[in-house]
């Protein structure tokens, strides 16, 4: 029986999440559940636990402060976390800390947390097979030692703490020139859709077992749910030929790309700044794309970016305005774009600031809600590049784009009314509409409507027909080479000429102006 700890300081939560489960029927045991971290770490103490199901958000310890105490202390376990939308950021260090995975409070269902769960034995009885296979090589002497090694590394990771002069098996070599190696599997959360969470890890420890068949001195650890770090004896100088060599090796073998950053370091004491330079040097795949073997310059390693370093509320004025006036979405991006590629920021900000600026937009829609919840999280799981990214907003902001319902402050009767009347201007706005036509639909008067369409709007009805057609207009000049008449009517305008003034009084540019500032 595997033992399971659950730890949520809301009791609903515990006593909801025990009762879900036939546990027994599953192999599993659920002996304790506690309201916080500190309570948990001291039963998780005896290490006699397999699996730890923790909420993020607690008094005393939070989850993220106890999944990394708990590894330190049983670098086998298995954490499953729980959250809400809004501790992604939390979500996202749990995940590179090793967590299997993270389930949504709100949202909880059964089958959901019995398939993480199925894929967390399976995980347990894997490593349990191997090791026991692996005990039996030939060289398991050897092979033991350099996994007590590796999980001595992984805790000093896990806890950020400079390594001692002398470990529980501290080789020769590396007290001279050694390399520390960040792999990442490039395309992860694809293979994870087509193959599954089970079949990602098992092809990790493929790439962990071949390195230990290929190398006879060094480390492979699991770090990431896509990562490994590894070290081995520079013995000839040559670390970016071999490595090479044995990334071509490996990607030809497994049918995978990967994405390597190295460092070179000497002495036991440096492995931790090793894993940091080489962790730092693989996230220029976000910049630079992926496949690559990337070091890190001495000017990037002798720069400690501070809080000072970047500028904590840039000014996206212009950003939002574009995507308001109804801009192309390439030029909304191209303004981010000239930060993020400047480097001031790592990934992970560069992500976080994408999000902000989507959810901006998102939060003028009346369907914000369901927007942001189904939206936030893809774009950190599948933006892995800096391009991805790119392409990924210009997707976004161009559906966007399209004509749409705005978020309204009155969801009473009156809000009711125009919401209705919003959704039939966004499928008419192109025909002949007008302001009685419109009213007839909501069956309103014509004065009643009027007045209760800027209540609700802050703008009058000719005015929001007008600034929806111009948005189609834009959109048409810069996808095609259509006549300025053609454009004129396919957005609504029934005179070119009107069409023509319109369009410079909102734009400041003629139509065939604002086509060529397009390309």
Request: hydrophobic share 40%.
């Amino acid at each position: 029986m595997y033992r399971v700890l659950i730890v949520d300081d809301e009791p609903v939560i515990r006593n909801g999440i025990s009762a879900f489960i036939d546990w027994e029927e599953e192999g599993m045991t659920v002996e304790d559940h506690y309201a916080n971290g500190v309570e948990a770490l001291s039963a998780l103490e005896s290490c006699s636990f397999d699996i730890l199901i923790t909420d993020i958000k607690m008094p005393l310890m939070d989850g993220i402060q106890l999944m990394k105490q708990a590894l330190a202390l049983c670098p086998s376990l298995k954490v499953i976390l729980i959250s809400n939308y809004s501790d992604f950021e939390y979500v996202k260090e749990g995940l590179k800390l090793g967590a299997v995975d993270y389930l949504l409070k709100l949202t909880l269902k059964r089958e959901e947390l019995l398939a993480v769960l199925r894929r967390t034995i399976s995980m347990l009885e894997e490593e349990r097979r191997r090791d026991s296979e692996l005990n039996h090589y030939q060289e398991g002497a050897l092979y033991l030692d350099r996994k007590r090694f590796e999980q001595e590394i992984k805790r000093y990771i896990v806890q950020e703490q400079t390594f001692p002069e002398s470990t529980v098996w501290d080789p020769a070599w590396l007290e001279e020139s050694y390399a520390c190696v960040y792999l990442m599997l490039d395309a992860a959360e694809e293979w994870r859709e087509n193959y599954g969470y089970l079949y990602v890890q098992l092809l990790l420890e493929e790439l962990q077992e071949a390195f230990y068949k290929q190398m006879r001195e060094g480390s492979a650890l699991l770090v990431a749910e896509s990562s490994l770090f590894i070290i081995f004896p520079d013995l000839e100088g040559e670390v970016e030929q071999q490595l090479n060599q044995w990334k071509l090796q490996l990607e030809a073998k497994w049918g995978i790309s990967t994405s390597i950053g190295f460092a070179k370091e000497q002495g036991v004491h440096r492995i931790l700044k090793g894993y940091a330079e080489s962790s730092l040097a693989c996230q220029r795949r976000f910049f630079e794309g992926l496949g690559g073997l990337y070091r890190r310059s001495e000017s990037e390693s002798n720069h400690v970016q501070t809080l000072t370093d970047i500028e904590p509320n840039p000014d996206w004025t212009p950003f939002f305005e574009m995507i308001h006036k109804g801009d192309p979405a390439s030029s909304a991006i191209d303004f981010a774009l000239e930060r993020w590629k400047s480097g001031i920021l790592n990934p992970g900000q560069v992500q976080l600031e994408a999000s902000r600026l989507l959810t901006g937009v998102y939060q003028s829609h009346a369907d914000a809600g369901a927007l942001v919840s189904e939206r936030y999280e893809l774009l950190f799981r599948k933006t892995e590049t800096l391009e991805q990214l790119a392409s990924f907003m210009i997707s976004e902001l161009e559906e966007m784009g399209k004509p749409y319902i705005p978020k309204l402050s009155d969801n009473g009767y009156g809000g009711q009314l125009i919401t209705k009347a919003l959704e039939y201007i966004a499928n008419h706005f192109t025909e002949n509409l007008t302001l009685q036509s419109v009213a007839d639909i909501v069956h309103l008067s014509k004065s009643y409507f009027s007045l209760l369409f800027k209540k609700q709007t802050e703008r009058n009805f000719i005015d929001y027909l007008i600034e929806l057609r111009i948005r189609e207009a834009k959109r048409l000049l810069a996808q095609n080479d259509s006549r300025i008449y053609d454009v004129a009517g396919a957005a609504g305008f029934k005179d070119v000429k009107y069409f023509s003034k319109v369009f410079k009084k909102i734009t400041g540019l003629t139509p065939v102006e604002y086509r060529e500032s397009m390309k």
